[in-house]
């Protein structure tokens, strides 16, 4: 399958991130454990790795402790398209006393103001889904040293396949962001240059005890734009009652669910 194309455009993501930053730690429940599945694989990997380690779509900072703490001594940059995470990066930097070489930057993951072969590890967890993947890989590629280490996850068809389904109940919209398999991310990896990849999914999935739960989070983390073909009329009264009985037809005992396949990937530069 060829790479996504069509990815929102960057304005509206930058903007639904900034929005997000105060109240993503608050409901990225799913994201940290994302963040803790690519730990664990990288540490099994490269248990020693050189810096300068990039967070590529760093967003409030979660990460840095968890790589600080894992790769101690080595300089930490934190990199993100929404100037709000950037800030809150920033203070997480500051927080760790990192050395002083640490950074935070306002960038965009296609293009980093980074030079060649500048990097030990190209981090990434849950931001490549908005970019253009093969770009962003090229760029990875570009900033990483010889043996330096790439390690992403992403997001993979079958993410929000609830909400999809239940708001084919109410139009014909597109409702949910479009999502490269895992033959189109090991395409563009091995397109980049990258040797040894390792690849793995996983659908790991989260309850809500009801609809406006389960939207609010979703914005609440800035993962609201989903591209051409959107929706841009309000849903209405009688869409929402719609939607929310194609929804609770899909409740377990635990909830609704609201599932994530995130696919990890790792390689060599």
């Avoid at 409901?27 to 380690?53: K, N, T, Y």
């Avoid at 300089?75 to 050395?99: E, G, Y």
Wanted: hydrophobic share 50%.
């Amino acid at each position: 399958m060829s790479p996504v194309s069509d990815r929102p455009a960057k304005h509206r993501v930058r903007a639904a991130f900034d929005r997000a930053a105060r109240t993503y730690d608050g409901a990225a429940i799913l994201q940290r454990r994302a963040v803790a599945g690519l730990l664990a694989r990288l540490e099994a990997a490269a248990p020693a790795l050189a810096g300068p380690l990039l967070d590529a779509g760093c967003g409030t900072g979660y990460a840095l402790p968890l790589l600080a703490a894992r790769y101690p001594g080595q300089s930490l940059i934190a990199a993100d398209l929404a100037p709000a995470m950037v800030d809150a990066s920033r203070k997480a930097l500051a927080a760790l006393n990192a050395p002083s070489q640490a950074q935070a930057l306002c960038a965009d993951l296609e293009a980093l103001p980074l030079a060649d072969a500048s990097l030990g590890l190209y981090w990434s967890s849950l931001a490549l889904q908005w970019c253009h993947l093969p770009t962003a890989l090229a760029e990875a590629r570009r900033l990483l040293r010889p043996g330096g280490m790439l390690a992403v996850a992403t997001l993979g068809p079958g993410t929000f396949a609830e909400l999809a389904q239940a708001f084919a109940a109410v139009d014909r919209h597109r409702h949910v962001l479009a999502f490269d398999d895992g033959a189109a991310i090991a395409a563009a990896i091995a397109a980049a240059g990258f040797a040894d990849p390792y690849l793995e999914s996983e659908t790991l999935t989260v309850h809500y005890p009801d609809l406006p739960s389960l939207l609010a989070a979703i914005k609440a983390v800035g993962a609201n734009q989903v591209g051409p073909g959107r929706r841009t009329a309000p849903l209405g009264r009688a869409g929402l009652a719609r939607l929310t009985e194609a929804y609770e037809a899909l409740r377990t005992p635990q909830g609704l669910p609201l599932s994530y396949r995130v696919v990890y990937a790792l390689a060599r530069a």
